[in-house]
């Protein structure tokens, strides 16, 4: 990026102040709290369970911010100045258009159903910026981010387990991966509405765009609607799960991981 000073002094980014670019408090703390009970998890110190759902919830809540700040950055970049006055590249999720669908829901889907759920959280203002390219660049940056999280998380089960650290740290771990696997084909999927669904959207004829358009505002009512059907969530699980062996990510570590996370069941 090119920074310059403006005549009051205050460094500038393409003409906006550093500071739009500074993580906030509370990704840093989301982060310090990812690596405190990794640490306790990797001990097995006090309850285990507990540092396991810290480390797995405060990990998955770091992926959403990095997820939904590669969109924002991207679109910057693309033209769209705004995200950056919006508060998108501090990445605090409470910037976040809904809170509730991009934060609760997922949590909570995550925790009862063991699914690394999309969420709609940044506003880009599409009219700024120019060629379809882009359009799709904005709206694949997000699932790239949790294809390049799933790859690196199984590296790292695959390099790291039997080096030390407890058996709940691991299942955590890989548990952690499965859900940005899970996320990484639900937002590829072409849903309109979901990241899936814009890549392909801008290539669309006037036609076809103008019916996307009329279903977008509905997106993850279409994909719970798709998720519940039991032969569509089969094939759905069938593509993680295969996904997941070429990997060599363990289903039983995962499993184990998400039997931890719900500590509640005793």
Do not use: K
Not at 45 to 54: E, M, Q, Y
Not at 136 to 155: H, I, K, M, R
């Amino acid at each position: 990026m090119t920074a310059y000073d403006r005549p009051g002094g205050e460094r500038l980014v393409l003409g906006v102040p550093r500071a739009a670019f500074r993580p906030s408090p509370v990704f840093v703390a989301l982060v310090a709290l990812f690596v405190t009970t990794g640490v306790l998890a990797w001990n097995g110190s006090g309850n285990v369970r507990l540092s396991v759902f810290g480390f797995v919830v405060s990990g998955w809540l770091v992926s959403l911010c990095l997820h939904e700040y590669a969109h924002a950055i991207v679109a910057f970049r693309a033209g769209d100045r705004g995200v950056a006055h919006r508060g998108y590249l501090t990445l605090n999720p409470l910037r976040y258009s809904h809170p509730l669908l991009s934060i609760a829901l997922p949590v909570l889907v995550v925790l009862l159903g063991g699914i690394g759920l999309p969420g709609g959280a940044v506003w880009v203002d599409r009219h700024l910026i120019p060629g379809r390219l882009r359009h799709t660049l904005v709206s694949l940056a997000g699932p790239a981010t949790n294809v390049l999280f799933t790859l690196v998380l199984v590296l790292a089960l695959r390099v790291g387990t039997g080096a030390g650290g407890s058996v709940e740290f691991w299942a955590g771990l890989a548990l952690l991966a499965f859900l940005q696997l899970t996320a990484s084909v639900l937002n590829l999927l072409p849903v309109p509405g979901l990241d899936g669904g814009n890549m392909i959207q801008p290539w669309l004829n006037p036609q076809w765009r103008r019916m996307y358009d009329l279903f977008a505002p509905y997106g993850f009512i279409l994909l719970f609607a798709l998720l519940w059907n039991p032969r569509i969530n089969g094939w759905f699980f069938d593509v993680v799960f295969t996904a997941g062996d070429v990997l060599g990510l363990p289903a039983w570590l995962y499993g184990t991981g998400l039997d931890l996370v719900r500590f509640w069941r005793g």
